[in-house]
């Protein structure tokens, strides 16, 4: 009986190191005071707008040509080497932003960015999802789904929070700082221990023997997307799941970025936008905890209390009174998290495991298309 129980703690502790690891990379990797800043960062080095406008595009293009490939690249080479590859990808931005006078080495240091984005998009989530499923703990990823949502949301708006502080070190030493966290994030995921089924990279090497390493890849990434879009066509649900968070999550994103300009037009003094951003973040960080209160509710209730809500806050935000228009930015992130969170638990028991990342990627993906669709509307909705 000891033994037994000494095997069971045993499990739970490497289960529990491995999410506290996430955790850490999650805090680390948001509170970046220079990549929060990158924009007000360049204007002060003399970059004009539209240089800034453009750099902000190539991001955009690169995270969507990427998107996916970074997801089958998790399901195929395994988490532990993407989740590597996205801190290598952003410590090569930081290093390139430090370094760079010129677009010459910005848009570069933009695109590595992007990249550092993908790897880790889809990947921490089934990571964390497998690493509690290996113990048969899939049951509390609700509950670090919860807490890493409230972390980074947390931890990124203390980031912008410290803008002034960034524009007051200058950029040099606010990259080596970014620098400094990134390194730290680096050694975290380096200690993270893969936790795959049947699809794992080894897998693989049983092609090397058949048939040359080369082809066991190919096919393997050939496998993975064949697979992934199959599964998309045939499950109505998880394509709907995906396209209603991402409405969602679009709307209040817009609304928050929206809100960045309108504020200050209305009113609101400029030392107060940074703690007004900041009180609107903590809306997100308390919708990642708020959902755990609701798990008796329904997915359909969930959609539909945090879809009507924030199409409130959207409707209120151009009313001229800078209070209503924070509180509907508090509400409308409270609420995008609140749905974040759920579908996020919903879509990792939905999807198969050899195809978790790439269709978690396709979520995003999802995001960022409905994200072009709308940003007009709004821009119209706000002039």
């Known amino acids: 009986m000891l033994k037994v129980t000494k095997k069971i703690r045993k499990k739970w502790s490497k289960a529990g190191r491995q999410i ?12 970046q005071i220079a990549g929060a ?4 960062l360049l204007a002060a080095r003399r970059f004009s707008l539209v240089e800034i406008g453009f750099a902000e595009s190539v991001f955009h293009v690169a995270s969507l040509l990427f998107e996916v490939p970074s997801g089958v690249i998790s399901d195929v080479f395994g988490r532990k080497r993407s989740m590597v590859l996205s801190q290598c990808m952003t410590l090569l931005s930081a290093l390139l932003m430090l370094v760079s006078d010129s677009m010459a080495g910005v848009l570069p240091a933009m695109v590595f960015s992007a990249f550092g984005y993908n790897f880790a998009s889809g990947t921490r989530e089934s990571l964390a999802y497998e690493t509690l499923k290996a113990e048969g703990r899939e049951a509390e990823y609700d509950g670090y789904a919860s807490t890493d949502m ?3 949301t947390f931890f990124s708006s203390l980031a912008t929070l410290c803008a002034g502080a960034a524009l007051a070190l200058g950029y040099r030493r606010a990259y080596l700082a970014d620098i400094g966290l990134g390194t730290v994030c680096l050694l975290s995921v380096l ?5 795959r089924g049947a699809d794992t990279a080894e897998e693989i090497k049983g092609g090397e023997q058949r048939n040359g390493l080369e082809e066991g890849v190919r096919e393997k990434i050939f496998r993975c997307f064949r697979e992934s879009i199959r599964f ?3 499950s109505r649900k998880a394509m709907e799941l995906i396209l209603m968070n991402a409405a969602v999550g679009a709307a209040a994103t817009l609304l928050r970025f929206f809100l960045q300009a309108r504020l200050p037009e ?3 003094p400029e030392a107060l936008l940074g703690p007004a951003l900041f009180l609107m973040g903590l809306g997100g960080a308390a919708g990642a ?3 755990l209160c609701c798990r008796s509710w329904s997915y359909g209730r969930v959609f539909a209390v945090s879809a009507i809500t924030v199409a409130g806050c959207v409707a ?4 001229p009174v800078p209070a209503v228009m924070v509180a509907g930015g508090f509400l409308a992130a409270l609420c995008d998290n609140f749905l974040q969170v759920r579908s996020d638990v919903r879509l990792n028991e939905m999807v198969p495991a050899g195809q978790r990342a790439t269709l978690i990627s396709v979520s995003s993906l999802c995001f960022s298309g409905v994200m072009i669709v709308l940003s007009p509307l709004f821009g119209m909705v706000f002039s």
């Open 289 to 291: 905890r708020l959902i």
């Open 150 to 152: 409230m972390l980074y």
């Open 191 to 195: 200690r993270l221990r893969e936790v």
């Open 20 to 31: 506290r690891l996430l955790y850490l990379n999650t805090s680390l990797g948001a509170f």
């Open 37 to 40: 800043s990158w924009v007000a």
């Open 316 to 319: 209120a935000a151009p009313l």
């Open 232 to 234: 998309l066509l045939n």
């Open 266 to 268: 209305q009113g609101l």
